[in-house]
T-cell receptor, first 112, second 116 residues
Framework: QKEVEQDPGPLSVPEGAIVSLNCTYS??????FMWYRQYSRKGPELLMY????GNKEDGRFTAQVDKSSKYISLFIRDSQPSDSATYLC????????????FGGGTRVLVKP | ETGVTQTPRHLVMGMTNKKSLKCEQH?????MYWYKQSAKKPLELMFV???????ENNSVPSRFSPECPNSSHLFLHLHTLQPEDSALYLC???????????????FGQGTRLTVV
């Protein structure tokens, strides 16, 4: 079983729709939860960073963490064609030091 | 400009060649990383350096040899690679070093490596 599971997609939505992304994980020690966005031929860039369970909102982006279910989500409201990219979840626990465990990424296509 | 610069952007090499990938960060960070990104697979951590010292080698074959001469520069020396080593190699940096957890890693654009 992979430590972090993420549907590879592609997830295709019309412009203006809500994009819903998620990851599940098996290691209950994970405490830090991140979402990265990666455009084609580019490196990943950090979008959202949350610690422990709860919600965090930043503009059109909302990250949710449910540690009891080992499930994290990213929602993109009012999606734009420029949101078309691969979204990677990444998790870490303090005991493992400076080490991120990534999901495989979900490719998102927002059609005009 | 992400603050982390990788060169070259693309590299094609034969299995008997020796080449090096270079990474430079302009962010004043103390930790630097090499990741491998293959098609349809999650990002794989290869090496971690904190304050120029290697703190993690994630069971990487010896045909990959990292070098960190200072906190701003990181190299990955390649020799006798295999076709399955073809991938996007990403360098990243983050603020904290040993004893600190800083998960806000900043990535470079990557080097697309093809081994023929």
């Amino acid at each position: 079983q992979k430590e972090v599971e993420q549907d590879p997609g592609p997830l295709s939505v019309p412009e203006g729709a809500i994009v819903s992304l998620n990851c599940t994980y098996s290691n209950s020690a994970f405490q830090y939860f991140m979402w990265y966005r990666q455009y084609s031929r580019k490196g990943p860039e950090l979008l959202m960073y949350t610690y422990s369970s709860g919600n965090k909102e930043d503009g059109r982006f909302t990250a949710q963490v449910d540690k009891s279910s080992k499930y994290i989500s990213l929602f993109i409201r009012d999606s734009q064609p420029s949101d078309s990219a691969t979204y990677l979840c990444a998790l870490a626990d303090k005991a493992a030091g400076n080490k991120l465990t990534f999901g495989g990424g979900t490719r998102v296509l927002v059609k005009p | 400009e992400t603050g982390v610069t990788q060169t070259p952007r693309h590299l094609v090499m034969g299995m008997t060649n020796k080449k090096s990938l270079k990474c430079e960060q302009h962010l004043g960070h103390n930790a630097m990383y090499w990741y491998k990104q293959s098609a349809k697979k999650p990002l794989e951590l290869m090496f971690v350096y904190n304050f120029k010292e290697q703190t993690e080698n994630n069971s990487v074959p010896s045909r990959f040899s990292p070098e960190c001469p200072n906190s701003s520069h990181l190299f990955l020396h390649l020799h006798t690679l295999q076709p399955e080593d073809s991938a996007l190699y990403l360098c990243a940096s983050s603020q904290d070093g040993v004893g600190g957890l800083n998960t806000e890693a900043f990535f470079g654009q990557g080097t697309r490596l093809t081994v023929v």
